[in-house]
């Protein structure tokens, strides 16, 4: 009898630490987490269709909307999967553009979009912008382009290369980069981003206008 009441318990702990490594979002889509230092972060993109409300964010297609600076997809949330390949969402999730972001709805309850001060902490945990990169990044070539340079993924964030798009519409630098946002505003029309890059272990920070699309982290609240 000892021996099954210590069976159970050991199994209710080991569902409960899983349930604590992952985290859902209202699509139902399931994260793993991992903590760096004491921030507990997404250790995926997001890919969620929905705000945290429920409501649909936008997807834009077509290519004719970024035509004009009037346009859907350069003045209102929206997300977008890499060349409009839906199939891409499990391996490096969905590009948001910043007015999405703007929203403060994106990431699951309990949970949001880094601000530029929160990402500096992260970087600085791992050793400064000019090694964090390599601690961030998944080790390999099975998605980043060589070199991968000094990618050891130590931390377990395992930062994906799925390129961004920009205001023209086209996508870009999949395999070789990525770019992440923060929720912090540079000026009325940029907000601060992280980018990390196959040739360097470098995390370059930078301002990026809004109509621009890159991926997101949420960092637990």
Same mark, same amino acid.
């Given at each position: 009898?000892?021996?099954?009441?210590?069976?159970?318990?050991?199994?209710?702990?080991?569902?409960?630490?899983?349930?604590?490594?992952?985290?859902?979002?209202?699509?139902?889509?399931?994260?793993?987490?991992? $903590?760096?230092?004491?921030?507990?972060?997404? @250790? *995926?993109?997001? +890919?969620? /269709?929905? !705000?945290?409300? =429920?409501?649909?964010?936008?997807?834009?297609?077509?290519?004719?909307?970024?035509?004009?600076?009037?346009?859907?997809?350069?003045?209102?949330?929206?997300?977008?999967?890499?060349?409009?390949?839906?199939?891409?969402?499990?391996?490096?999730?969905?590009?948001?553009?910043?007015?999405?972001?703007?929203?403060?709805?994106?990431?699951? $309850?309990?949970?949001?979009?880094?601000?530029? @001060? *929160?990402?500096? +902490?992260? /970087?600085? !945990?791992?050793? =400064?912008?000019?090694?964090?990169?390599?601690?961030?990044?998944?080790?390999?070539?099975?998605?980043?382009?060589?070199?991968?340079?000094?990618?050891?993924?130590?931390?377990?964030?395992?930062?994906?290369?799925?390129?961004?798009?920009?205001?023209?519409?086209?996508?870009?630098?999949?395999?070789?980069?990525?770019?992440?946002?923060?929720?912090?505003?540079?000026?009325?029309?940029? @907000?601060?981003?992280?980018?990390?890059?196959?040739?360097?272990?470098?995390?370059?920070?930078?301002?990026?206008?809004?109509?621009?699309?890159?991926?997101?982290?949420?960092?637990?609240?």
């Amino acid at each position: 009898m000892k021996s099954r009441i210590i069976v159970v318990l050991l199994f209710e702990l080991s569902l409960t630490l899983l349930q604590a490594q992952t985290v859902n979002d209202i699509n139902g889509n399931v994260y793993k987490t991992v $903590t760096i230092g004491n921030q507990i972060w997404m @250790a *995926e993109n997001l +890919k969620t /269709t929905k !705000y945290n409300d =429920g409501k649909a964010i936008p997807l834009v297609t077509d290519n004719a909307a970024w035509t004009n600076r009037d346009s859907i997809a350069l003045t209102t949330p929206a997300y977008y999967w890499y060349n409009n390949d839906s199939t891409i969402k499990k391996t490096y999730g969905a590009l948001y553009n910043g007015y999405a972001v703007k929203t403060d709805r994106l990431c699951p $309850t309990g949970w949001h979009v880094p601000d530029d @001060a *929160e990402w500096s +902490k992260l /970087t600085a !945990y791992l050793g =400064g912008e000019d090694v964090a990169g390599g601690k961030l990044k998944e080790t390999g070539t099975d998605h980043w382009q060589s070199p991968n340079k000094g990618a050891t993924d130590e931390s377990g964030f395992t930062a994906l290369p799925g390129g961004y798009r920009t205001m023209n519409g086209k996508f870009n630098y999949i395999n070789g980069g990525s770019g992440w946002w923060s929720s912090t505003k540079y000026n009325s029309t940029y @907000a601060w981003s992280r980018g990390m890059h196959s040739d360097t272990d470098h995390v370059s920070r930078g301002a990026n206008e809004l109509p621009n699309s890159l991926y997101v982290r949420c960092l637990k609240d």
